[in-house]
């Protein structure tokens, strides 16, 4: 019995290796793009936290050319510290560790672009912490100019940058007042001309009162006070994808979409009575999560599976999920008044994303060359 399902899955492994061989012969580009970036099986996004004591993270915030306070959460005092010795382990494969001096052997002369929220900001933020502590005694700039954040790298001709922008589709304020345009991306004209692009957006769309930062949404001659957020959402998703589509070439630059960030302000969804992630200093073990996945995950899905040109899914909903006792809650730049169960600490969860970047780049197509 045994022997058979090795050889079924040995059989299964060698198929998907004859796939990805003929996507590399054929020049195609790698086709699972929301299915999980897989090598002989192993997705890399399936797996559980594993506490590891002699894990240390990558950097130490205090030396990185770039940290928002709010993210900066042992700064801020966070007494515990295990949240940062937890290692991330695909049920089928181990995870390539992050190597920041072979990132910037594969990205020389390369320009990556970040776009979207202060999430994209916590993921931004942290690969630049990584990278520059794999050089640490290299020279750095760190450079805003109309709107475009760049974080680059002279000696190994690397730039990392940053495009804030919360919906990607535009907000544009007109007579009647801010007006969020469904089915407009003139915004795209910034992203144009670089070797990778990870894009983001989400968390604003569902926004309301105080937060919500448009008072009409606009699609072709129709004007909308308010609509479905997640339909909003996918008709600006869908007008992304077509900016893709029609902007992006695929043999010059790689796309990625990273994932959906889950927050924790519901402790039934991990068993727990608790209200939010206050006090968490532990993962939930094990590979499930008892909440549902947030119901943006599938608009993200369906889209990004329509596109013409791939863009690849950093698809980070579920492990993140795992990861309660990854946000600065209280030791965010509010403290006590601010309990932020949304985004990051750094070092930490986001740290994982990026490996898991990486991990993409070293494993599929051309390895970023
Ligand atoms: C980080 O660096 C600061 C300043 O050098 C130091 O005080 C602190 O102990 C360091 N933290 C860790 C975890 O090494
Ligand atoms: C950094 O830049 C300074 C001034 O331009 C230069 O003198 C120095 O040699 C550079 N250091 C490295 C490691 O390249
Ligand atoms: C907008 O309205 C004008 C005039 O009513 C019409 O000619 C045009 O086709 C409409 N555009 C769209 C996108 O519906
Ligand atoms: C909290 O999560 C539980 C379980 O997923 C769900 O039934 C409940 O509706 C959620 N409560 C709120 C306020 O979202």
Not at 253 to 280: A, D, K, L, Y
Request: a neutral charge; proline letters at 4%.
């Amino acid at each position: 019995m045994r022997r058979i399902d090795d050889m079924g899955a040995f059989l299964a492994a060698a198929a998907l290796w004859v796939i990805s061989l003929i996507h590399l012969v054929s020049g195609e580009l790698y086709s699972s793009n929301v299915g999980g970036l897989r090598r002989s099986g192993c997705n890399l996004f399936q797996g559980s936290w594993v506490f590891d004591h002699s894990s240390v993270p990558l950097y130490n915030t205090s030396n990185c050319p770039i940290i928002d306070k709010k993210y900066d959460c042992q700064l801020n005092g966070r007494p515990d510290n295990s949240y940062l010795k937890y290692r991330w382990k695909p049920n089928a494969c181990d995870l390539t560790r992050f190597d920041g001096q072979d990132f910037l052997r594969r990205f020389k002369g390369k320009k990556i672009l970040f776009v979207g929220d202060s999430l994209t900001l916590n993921q931004w933020e942290s690969l630049i912490c990584m990278l520059h502590s794999a050089v640490p005694h290299a020279n750095y700039t760190l450079v805003r100019k109309n709107g475009i954040t760049t974080f680059a790298l002279p000696d190994y001709e690397v730039s990392v940058m940053m495009n804030r922008n919360e919906f990607l589709v535009d907000l544009v304020t007109e007579k009647i007042g801010r007006v969020l345009k469904l089915d407009s991306i003139k915004g795209g004209d910034a992203w144009k001309g670089y070797d990778m692009l990870i894009f983001n957006t989400w968390h604003w769309w569902h926004h309301t009162g105080t937060l919500q930062s448009w008072d009409y949404m606009e699609e072709g001659n129709k004007t909308y006070k308010d609509m479905d957020r997640l339909i909003a959402f996918e008709k600006g998703l869908t007008t992304w994808s077509k900016w893709v589509d029609s902007n992006v070439d695929p043999t010059k630059t790689r796309v990625f979409f990273q994932g959906i960030s889950p927050t924790h302000f519901n402790g039934s969804e991990w068993n727990e009575p608790t209200e939010n992630c206050q006090g968490q200093t532990e993962p939930v073990s094990g590979s499930t999560y008892l909440g549902v996945l947030p119901p943006p995950v599938a608009v993200v899905k369906k889209v990004l599976s329509n596109m013409l040109k791939p863009a690849d899914l950093l698809d980070v909903t579920t492990l993140s999920q795992l990861r309660k006792d990854g946000h600065p809650s209280v030791y965010g730049v509010d403290g006590k008044k601010g309990n932020d169960c949304s985004h990051w600490c750094l070092a930490g969860v986001p740290d994982t994303w990026n490996n898991l970047l990486y991990a993409s780049i070293v494993l599929t197509r051309d390895g970023g060359k």
